[in-house]
């Protein structure tokens, strides 16, 4: 579809049939645009003397328009001081604008926000680092045959409850480890489905013990209230049923090589990631650091959320 915006040949097609009396219908037909669109045209660029639509009023009146709005919005120093503080805290442009429109804080665009971006960077600043950079993602292994050893009994995604399935319920799981670049010291990531609330564990080692304990541990310590976690195919989680009985859940298991199937939890891993490079190594990361991390991540807005936090929305479901 062609853009909404007429042409000047069209204004002066417009004014034609107004002037011979023809319905907004007619010369949108004749046009092949939606009356909706003459409407709004003849509606906004009309003389403003005498309210009739002649083509080169119209024409004036459309790009003054035009130049006014390429000026766009003066912003004083301190809101865009506040949009930098917000990026230093690596949230998106998206994030930034959308969180300050919900508060009524700034009517501020993402375009905006990416063309300041710009200019800090040629310019020699930093804020431009703090933005999460985007790869392409391929199915790693599709079709490739698993190799790290079969779980027998594993629920598939399927089975998942209603809560779990339509994020209807909070309390619902997606969990997977995050390696360090030693290879051993690792992340324990689990993420609601619904809220996007996040919690970041260290373990020592990516291994079954590591991860049964440090999960009982939270879920005694009420850290953690689970109805069921959805799990990759790693070995490290072939200790499930202990899990299982000790937590009084249930786990479900997406597809080998299906990373997409935990789609809340790899998108989280990739936050994580702003914080924790690849080739970063994890031996020295303590749980207080993670902890620092996972307290930005529930700060900071979601757009689907409606630029509320994980914090708030947890709240909020908690208070229901």
Not at 174 to 197: I, S
Not at 278 to 295: D, M, P, S, V, W
Request: some cysteine.
């Amino acid at each position: 579809m062609g853009s909404q915006q007429l042409a000047d040949w069209e204004r002066y097609l417009v004014a034609r049939g107004k002037s011979r009396g023809d319905s907004i219908r007619q010369i949108a037909r004749e046009l092949g645009r939606s009356p909706s669109t003459i409407s709004r045209e003849v509606r906004r660029n009309a003389d403003r003397s005498d309210g009739r639509y002649r083509a080169e009023k119209a024409i004036s009146y459309a790009r003054a328009r035009r130049r006014q709005s390429r000026k766009g919005t003066q912003f004083e120093a301190g809101q865009v001081q506040e949009v930098h503080n917000l990026m230093q805290g690596k949230w998106s442009p998206e994030q930034v604008s959308g969180r300050l429109r919900k508060l009524g804080r700034l009517d501020i665009g993402k375009a905006t926000i990416y063309r300041w971006l710009a200019r800090d960077k040629a310019q020699g600043g930093s804020s431009w680092l703090q933005t999460r950079q985007l790869s392409h993602r391929y199915r790693k292994g599709y079709r490739v045959k698993d190799r790290r050893g079969r779980m027998s009994g594993k629920r598939p995604l399927s089975e998942r409850p209603q809560g779990a399935t339509d994020r209807s319920e909070v309390g619902h799981y997606e969990g997977d480890t995050v390696m360090g670049k030693d290879g051993r010291h690792c992340l324990l990531t689990l993420v609601d489905r619904k809220t996007r609330w996040t919690r970041i564990l260290k373990l020592p080692a990516r291994q079954v013990s590591e991860v049964n304990k440090a999960l009982i541990r939270e879920v005694r310590a009420g850290r953690l209230k689970m109805k069921s976690l959805t799990l990759d195919n790693g070995t490290e989680f072939h200790g499930f049923k202990e899990l299982e009985e000790k937590l009084g859940i249930k786990i479900y298991f997406a597809q080998p090589y299906h990373s997409w199937e935990r789609g809340t939890n790899e998108n989280t891993n990739g936050l994580i990631r702003q914080y924790l490079p690849k080739g970063t190594c994890f031996k020295e990361l303590t749980q207080r650091r993670c902890n620092e991390i996972e307290r930005e991540l529930n700060d900071r807005p979601r757009k689907v959320l409606g630029f509320d936090t994980p914090n708030e929305a947890y709240a909020e479901e908690c208070c229901v």
